[in-house]
């Protein structure tokens, strides 16, 4: 069987960092330019190649985006831009544009070339079309079933990778043009305000009264809410099919985020890689408990098998239990026995804390003292990334994320 590449988003130093900790095999980050996620923090030239290096040195694959649909102004920008990500020696640059394709064969010569799925591959003959023009994978549209996809790799010699989990774009393959219609912000540039997760009612201004037929609250109707993709019952068919990577969207959310989503799929990938049946129920559904704490909206397993009938929120449902991002762990002090954390939320004893560590461990926490840096007792860590300290027996991994999962419901 095939050990496909577990592909984790690096939205800024810290989470690619993260990503690496909790088992991804490759990260994909963007530069401050022509990148489809204008607002995740990004990397100057000299932190992605920091990137590049810290991803070599602990022997990960590092993947930089360069996949807006380019205009013309972006043209005279773009071979220099090219040529800087070419010194760097990333292991692939992600393009959706041919444009963009065209010149990155000119300027970054030797770099692999994989096809966003911007590009809306749908079919055989259009990967076909891009394996001719330089790609070395292809990553293909969310809109597949899993026969479709299934075809398009007997058909067509060439690397395929798919979206295995994080949100949903209610345009095809995220092609939106609803951003920039309502607020100026082009999806296709980076700049996507998700207006589909608005809240919209119908209204026809000449039948004052007339009832239609939508499902709705009293704070709006939510016909454009798409759920989030989960893929995870999934995975066993897609490894025997061979496919080369499974990618897990998410640049712009939390370390939590990507901490939680690269435990998970990192252990049922190597679970099925050695065992090669399928998952137990109890374990896949302590698997989607966890993927649950992270998430924005209820899960789908997207198009894999027609016909679809989950793909919308229409409720905008909330989840019962949800995990809210604490802090990370930066260090231990070993004479007295202190972790020492880099505050991200107010949290403090008395708190439902857990610790999630690398390699899928969680750790409940149940803590009784709490400290700041000039070793005072305190009752909450309250302010942005304060460094403070709780005692533990022993040092933990850096990147070690500390969390508090709360109820929202009775």
């Known amino acids: 069987m095939k050990m496909p590449e577990l592909v984790l988003p690096g939205g800024n130093l810290e989470k690619l960092k993260t990503a690496a900790a909790f088992g991804a095999d490759a990260v994909y980050f963007g530069g401050k330019d022509f990148s489809l996620r204008a607002y995740a923090g990004n990397f100057e030239l000299r932190e992605m190649a920091a990137a590049i290096t810290y ?50 064969l000119q300027y970054a010569p030797g770099i692999s070339l994989t096809v966003s799925t911007q590009a809306n591959i749908c079919n055989y003959e259009s990967a076909a079309f891009y394996r001719d023009l330089g790609a070395a994978r292809l990553v293909l549209a969310r809109e597949l079933s899993l026969d479709e996809i299934a075809e398009i790799h007997d058909k067509t010699e060439i690397e395929l990778e798919i979206f295995i989990h994080g949100a949903m774009c209610m345009a095809y393959s995220g092609r939106c043009l609803l951003s920039h219609y309502l607020t100026g912000r082009s999806a296709n540039r980076g700049a996507c305000a998700h207006p589909c997760r608005y809240h919209y009612a119908l209204q026809e201004e000449k039948r004052p009264g007339q009832f239609f037929p939508l499902e709705e609250d009293d704070r709006g109707s939510y016909i454009l809410n798409s759920r989030d993709l989960c893929l995870l019952e999934y995975l066993p068919s897609l490894m025997d099919l061979g496919i080369d990577a499974f990618k897990v969207e998410g640049r712009m959310k939390s370390p939590l985020y990507v901490a939680s989503a690269a435990s998970i799929y990192r252990s049922a990938i190597d679970a099925y890689q050695e065992s090669g049946r399928a998952f137990p129920p109890d374990q896949r559904e302590a698997w989607l408990t966890e993927l649950r704490l992270t998430a924005t909206r209820p899960f789908t397993d997207g198009f894999m098998e027609p016909p679809v009938s989950d793909m919308q929120d229409w409720d905008k449902a909330d989840s ?17 026995r202190l972790l020492e954390v880099e505050q991200r939320a107010n949290f403090g004893p008395g708190d439902s804390l857990e610790i999630l560590v690398p390699g899928g461990s969680i750790i409940r926490l149940d803590l009784q003292l709490l400290l700041n840096e000039e070793m005072q007792v305190i009752d909450r860590a309250r302010h942005a990334r304060q460094r403070v300290f709780l005692p533990y027996y022993e040092p933990l991994p850096e990147y070690s994320i500390l969390r508090r999962v709360e109820r929202q419901h009775a």
């Open 55 to 104: 991803l070599h040195q602990m022997n990960k694959k590092a993947y930089i985006t360069v996949n807006i649909t380019a205009h013309n102004r972006d043209l005279a920008l773009l071979p220099a831009y090219l040529e800087g990500l070419a010194s760097l020696q990333p292991d692939a640059l992600i393009i959706s544009d041919p444009g963009v394709m065209r010149l990155a």
């Open 320 to 336: 019962d239990i949800r995990a809210e991002f604490c802090g990370i762990i930066r260090g231990f002090v070993a004479q007295e």
